[in-house]
């Protein structure tokens, strides 16, 4: 996914915010026994990780998703950009260059029998291991330093985006 900064700086404030209320507000989504503003009956979150009267595993998408919306900022569906960890890669379309880590990834080491795993919250050091792309170049390249990348012509500034 690539956003340009002019979007994103639309987009970023409301984003905290929406998200804030999703977290914030489990009423919103969940029938809670004993609190008379909640939903009557429980709304399908979308999200596989979400466990009954908290909030949703997901809820920074749910707030990007509103606040682009409420921003006026559109999109466009480009198959070929990202792939979805699990999901096998279109032979009839190139390569994608950026990877959905939201759910569990495995990178398999060669004469490791278990793979290493992570998510979007493994940065954290919230899992086992925790995922630190600058001490893992066993299991993919090293990133490059940012301080490098400013100084690239080829780069389009006004786009951020990230490719493995």
């Given at each position: 996914?690539?956003?340009?900064?002019?979007?994103?700086?639309?987009?970023?404030?409301?984003?905290?915010?929406?998200?804030?209320?999703?977290?914030?507000?489990?009423?919103?989504?969940?029938?809670?026994?004993?609190?008379?503003?909640s939903v009557a009956?429980?709304?399908?979150?979308?999200?596989?990780?979400?466990?009954?009267?908290?909030?949703?595993?997901?809820?920074?998408?749910?707030?990007?998703?509103?606040?682009?919306?409420?921003?006026?900022?559109?999109?466009?569906?480009?198959?070929?950009?990202?792939?979805?960890?699990?999901q096998q890669p279109?032979?009839?379309?190139?390569?994608?260059?950026?990877?959905?880590?939201?759910?569990?990834?495995?990178?398999?080491?060669?004469?490791s029998p278990q793979?290493?795993?992570?998510?979007?919250?493994?940065?954290?050091?919230?899992?086992?291991?925790?995922?630190?792309?600058?001490?893992?170049?066993?299991?993919?390249?090293?990133?490059?330093?940012?301080?490098?990348?400013?100084?690239?012509?080829?780069?389009?500034?006004?786009?951020?985006?990230?490719?493995?």
């Amino acid at each position: 996914y690539c956003v340009h900064r002019e979007d994103l700086k639309r987009i970023a404030p409301l984003w905290l915010e929406i998200t804030k209320q999703v977290r914030k507000n489990p009423h919103r989504y969940w029938h809670l026994d004993g609190d008379p503003s909640s939903v009557a009956q429980d709304l399908d979150t979308g999200d596989a990780y979400a466990r009954r009267g908290h909030a949703p595993f997901i809820s920074e998408m749910y707030g990007y998703a509103f606040a682009a919306a409420e921003a006026g900022v559109t999109h466009e569906f480009h198959p070929q950009v990202m792939l979805y960890a699990g999901q096998q890669p279109s032979i009839a379309l190139p390569e994608p260059a950026l990877l959905h880590y939201g759910l569990w990834c495995s990178a398999y080491a060669p004469g490791s029998p278990q793979p290493y795993m992570f998510n979007k919250l493994s940065y954290a050091g919230s899992h086992p291991g925790g995922f630190d792309p600058h001490h893992c170049d066993h299991y993919l390249p090293a990133p490059p330093e940012p301080s490098l990348l400013i100084e690239v012509d080829h780069l389009n500034r006004d786009e951020l985006s990230a490719a493995l």
